[in-house]
């Protein structure tokens, strides 16, 4: 399975504990390729930064790593366009460089905090596993309007899904299919349509709905498991107690992954800091001498 990271510039001192998490807890025998995708205007420069501190951290696996710029992607077209949408058009972009049957779409935030092999990932059958949601809202209405894309019938509409959040595993075939498939209903380029003509955008509620408009039931396709990530997000709960109640949920739920959102932690007070630097100590991605290398740029 290869592993398709997008990661922003100044994301890049996160990625590179997620690299020392897959350096330490992944299998190798189970990794195909490992995709870093830098989606940033100053692309240049954060290359010369990838190359000079984070590739090492990767360890043993740096043979295996192949770095992307957003300049490689539908001819520049996504340099100029704002991250947080670029970003999801990159992770679906991504399926032409790889190799493997699925790949495992992360972002910089997510990293491995247990020994993890591909049956964290797989079940038995082959069949991925999956987190899945109720969508509700507003993201109840970016499932409407994907629906309404692809004039999926009323019977047919679920609100229970794969949930649009990282670490998820797609299907390569699935996703080289996509955008000839979407212009045929939307009738002009594919990233017009996915960057601007149906907003608010998720990449994964896109590749979801796809299935179900072409007669696949993703519960066929999918396993549904409890989780595969805790994250801190931006809304949640401050304070060290609530951080290292997180911690306390991930480890004693065996979930893989953890993730720490950019916006979480440039809001962390020095207490918050310090404890989830522990944490990463404890699970041995930092030591205790070592500066806080992971926290990301203003």
């Not at 190798?28 to 590739?55: A, L, Q, R, W």
């Not at 460089?97 to 972002?107: E, Q, R």
């Amino acid at each position: 399975m290869d592993l398709v990271t997008v990661v922003y510039g100044k994301e890049l001192p996160q990625l590179a504990v997620q690299a020392k998490s897959i350096e330490k807890y992944l299998d190798p025998e189970k990794i195909g390729n490992i995709f870093v995708v830098i989606n940033d205007e100053k692309e240049e420069e954060c290359f010369d930064t990838f190359y000079s501190k984070i590739i090492k951290n990767y360890g043993s696996k740096q043979g295996l790593v192949r770095p992307l710029g957003v300049s490689m992607f539908a001819n520049g077209a996504l340099i100029s366009v704002p991250g947080y949408i670029s970003q999801q058009a990159l992770k679906l972009l991504s399926a032409e460089f790889c190799t493997s049957d699925h790949y495992l779409a992360l972002d910089a935030k997510n990293f491995f905090i247990r020994t993890t092999s591909k049956a964290d990932f797989f079940a038995e059958d082959g069949t991925p596993y999956c987190k899945y949601g109720l969508f509700e809202g507003a993201k109840h209405k970016i499932l409407q309007n994907y629906y309404d894309l692809f004039r999926v019938a009323d019977n047919r509409r679920t609100n229970k899904l794969p949930a649009m959040m990282t670490p998820f595993v797609l299907y390569r075939n699935h996703v080289l299919n996509l955008p000839p498939y979407v212009e045929l209903f939307s009738k002009t380029d594919f990233l017009k349509t996915f960057l601007f003509d149906v907003k608010p955008q998720s990449e994964f509620l896109l590749y979801v709905t796809y299935l179900i408009s072409l007669g696949v039931d993703p519960n066929t396709i999918y396993r549904e498991v409890r989780s595969l990530s805790t994250t801190l997000w931006p809304s949640m709960a401050s304070g060290r107690p609530a951080l290292e109640n997180h911690f306390k949920y991930a480890i004693a739920n065996r979930v893989p992954m953890f993730g720490l959102h950019r916006g979480r932690a440039l809001n962390m007070s020095p207490d918050e800091q310090q404890s989830f630097h522990q944490f990463l100590v404890e699970l041995d991605l930092a030591s205790d001498d070592e500066p806080r290398f992971w926290m990301p740029l203003p």
